[in-house]
Every structure is written in C-alpha cells, then in structure tokens.
C-alpha cells in the first residue's frame, strides 16, 4: 500500500500528469464551491422541520454545510475525475507497466454517470451522518469509513472496467475488498488534507492503478 502511494506520488512530476493537474485543480476548487452551496440548501430545507433534528440543522447551519461538503468532496471529484482519468492511466501503465495491455474501452459519458450516482450516495449519506458532528472524532471515522468504501468502488473500476470485463472485476473487487476499501479511506483521508485535495483525484487514480495492478499480479500467480 505504501509503495503504490510512493509511485503516485513520484509520478506527479510526469509532464503528462501535470497536464491534467491544472485542469483538475479548477474542477476541484469549482466542484468544492458548489458542493458548498449545495449543502447548504438541503440543510436549509431541514431547518423547516420540528424537534431537534430542525433545531440542529438550524444551528449547525453554515458550519455544517461545509463539513459534509468537505467530506462529501471526494466522492463528487471522483466523478469529474473520469474526464481525465484515461490521461492519468495511461500515463501509469506506459511507465510501470508498460507490457499489461488494456483491451477495453470506457466510455467517458457512462463512467460519469456512475460517479454521479455515488456522489449523490455520498452526500444523502454525509447528511444523514450530521448528527454526529456533535460527537467530532466518531463522525469523522464514520465519514472515512463511508467515503473509503464508496471511493474504493469508484476508483477501483477506472483500471478495473479497462483491463478486465465488468463481471471479473467486479469478481476482483469482492475477493479483495478490504484492500481496495482501505486505498479508497487512505484517498478520502487525503482529499480532506487542504492543498493536497486539489490535486488528490489524480493521485488517487494513480494509486488505485498500482493496487489494482498488484491484486492481478497476485490472481496471476495462484492461477
């Protein structure tokens, strides 16, 4: 885990990662702005309610909207991430591993989609965690916790879905899902670490390509 982290990591150097960096950095800081503004209304809308959920909604007010959008960020730039995500593993596999080929092909609009539909699962989930916000650490475990599981979905099926069919990855994801649910924790720590989380969504696929890599090296070697 820690060597893959290490090669994402020294990869960000690679002039074909900086290119999407910058476009990532704009999409974040836009994506984090209109996470915000977002939250912020739902929670709104709970303040309408009786008792002390709308009493803590009305209270948490801007505070907690930008707790669950920072939380919730990662899930959300994981699906402006599959804009650029071929660049990013492209760019991995011609360095690292340049003799596994990738025979299949994924088309932008529906890796999107997916993302999507996870970061809505994310956010509805990230609020449906706010109570304990009066309870600091346990919420944060509970985010990262949330957020790992999802993201290591997410990120998992960008190398996942190019090298292998969608029924053996998914067949790889339930064999080693605590390996991949624990790099997706690891991602969402770092998209909540400031500056780092701009660039995190490109980092994060770099390091799922390497664990995804080393799961089917492992497969290789017992078949």
Do not use: C
Not at 107 to 130: E, H, Q, R
């Amino acid at each position: 885990m820690l060597k893959a982290l290490s090669l994402a990591f020294g990869q960000l150097g690679d002039p074909r990662i900086q290119k999407v960096i910058g476009f990532s950095v704009g999409l974040a800081i836009a994506v984090f702005a209109g996470l915000i503004a977002l939250t912020w209304y739902l929670i709104g809308a709970f303040s309408g309610l009786d008792g002390w959920w709308g009493s803590a909604a009305q209270v948490l007010g801007g505070f907690a909207a930008f707790v669950v959008a920072w939380f919730t960020f990662p899930m959300v730039a994981v699906a402006a991430a599959a804009l650029f995500s071929d660049q990013v593993i492209d760019a991995v596999m011609a360095r690292h591993y340049p003799e596994r080929p990738m025979p299949h092909s994924v088309p932008v609009v529906g890796a999107i989609l997916d993302g999507v539909k996870m970061a809505l699962v994310a956010l509805i989930g990230n609020i449906v965690i706010l109570p304990l916000l009066f309870v600091p650490p346990v919420y944060a475990t509970v985010a990262y916790v949330l957020n790992g599981y999802l993201l290591g979905r997410e990120y998992f099926e960008m190398p996942g879905f190019r090298r292998l069919s969608r029924p053996a990855a998914r067949d790889i994801f339930r064999r080693h899902q605590g390996r991949f649910i624990l790099a997706g924790i690891i991602i969402a720590f770092l998209s909540t670490v400031p500056v780092l989380n701009l660039i995190a969504p490109v980092l994060g696929i770099a390091f799922m390509v390497h664990i995804f890599e080393s799961v089917v090296n492992l497969e290789t070697r017992r078949g």
